[in-house]
């Protein structure tokens, strides 16, 4: 290969055309250095234009099902054995099933979602989430096939024998649990003030917490604190009243002296850095004061089930 870097190849890929933001690590831990590895062998003669603009036409996704499914197939490998890991029993199948997967994908279903998947419509729900209705697709195929799965194929039929409403209710579904995980993705970007966020967001919006998430936010807290802190009803910080209430708090455990506008305009600050940031992965922005609050109400009760 001659005229590209490879660290300048990988840098665009990770903060121009896979954003940490979009493509967590956590989820596609191989996505920069399979990329990168496209153009070990490419040799770049007599061409011009922008080397980002390169690199986006051979990496985006649309070229990637052309060109190099099995590579797409690999960015998606460790968010297929998540996906599987979570609702599979037997963890000593899954490393079996993930590789049938793998391979019907790239055997069976490649060509129709090229055919299918129109990567230009802004309504259509995210590539991953419309990757997932396949993976889910196959799992309830092979559970079908081995006699493991009954309850479930009973119960939630493949997606090519739903109906329109149906099919709709299963992709809302999967493209709500996208969205729950970009949230939660976002929280754990603000660190050691993420504990503070998430308590201050449950009771805002009359969320039940428990004593782990006090300890959380405020090592050390005495058993009194805990006690007064657990009588949420009395602590809804929608008012200035109640602000003034949990505001002592968090003077206590942070070793400051806010007063209680202080405490609400973080609180404020905070959720509106939250819904620009989840806008800011969606072309159309859906995310104002009340959907962001529906999302928040919405994320905790997944959180509690999941177990994140």
């Known amino acids: 290969m001659t005229g590209f870097n490879m660290d300048q190849i990988r840098k665009i890929i990770r903060e121009k055309i896979y954003p940490e933001k979009r493509y967590p690590e956590s989820l596609f831990p191989n996505l920069v250095n399979t990329l990168g590895d496209l153009f070990k062998n490419y040799n770049k003669t007599q061409e011009s234009g922008k080397l980002e603009d390169k690199i986006y036409s051979i990496v985006n996704l649309k070229s990637l099902l052309i060109h190099h499914p099995g590579v797409l197939v690999i960015i998606y490998k460790d968010l297929i054995?998540?996906?599987?890991?979570?609702?599979h029993i037997n963890k000593e199948e899954?490393?079996?099933i993930v590789q049938e997967i793998i391979t019907r994908i790239l055997k069976d279903k490649i060509q129709g979602i090229r055919k299918r998947f129109d990567f230009g419509d802004p309504e259509l729900p995210t590539?991953?989430?419309?990757?997932?209705?396949?993976i889910r697709n196959i799992y309830i195929d092979i559970m079908r096939r081995e006699s493991r799965g009954k309850n479930l194929v009973d119960n939630e039929s493949e997606i090519e024998t739903l109906g329109d409403s149906k099919r709709r209710d299963m992709l809302s579904t999967l493209i709500l649990e996208?969205?729950?995980r970009k949230f939660n993705t976002l929280i754990k970007l603000y660190h050691n003030t993420a504990p503070k966020l998430k308590l201050t967001l449950k009771i805002k919006f009359n969320i039940p917490f428990d004593e782990s998430d006090i300890i959380s936010c405020f090592p050390g807290c005495s058993k009194e604190d805990k006690s007064i802190l657990l009588k949420q009803k009395e602590l809804n910080i929608k008012t200035r009243q109640n602000m003034e209430k949990l505001t002592p708090f968090f003077n206590k455990y942070e070793g400051k002296s806010n007063n209680p506008d202080t405490l609400r305009k973080?609180?404020?600050?905070?959720?509106?850095?939250?819904?620009?940031q989840m806008n800011h992965v969606h072309p159309?922005?859906?995310?104002?004061?009340?959907?962001?609050?529906?999302l928040i109400i919405l994320y905790f009760k997944w959180e509690k089930k999941e177990g994140v």
Do not use: G
Request: aromatic share 20%; charged share 35%.
């Open 81 to 87: 054995y998540k996906y599987i890991f979570k609702r």
């Open 94 to 96: 899954i490393e079996e």
């Open 127 to 134: 590539f991953t989430s419309y990757f997932l209705v396949t």
């Open 178 to 180: 996208e969205e729950f």
């Open 266 to 276: 973080w609180i404020s600050t905070k959720l509106e850095e939250l819904k620009r």
């Open 284 to 294: 159309k922005r859906p995310y104002n004061n009340s959907t962001i609050s529906d």
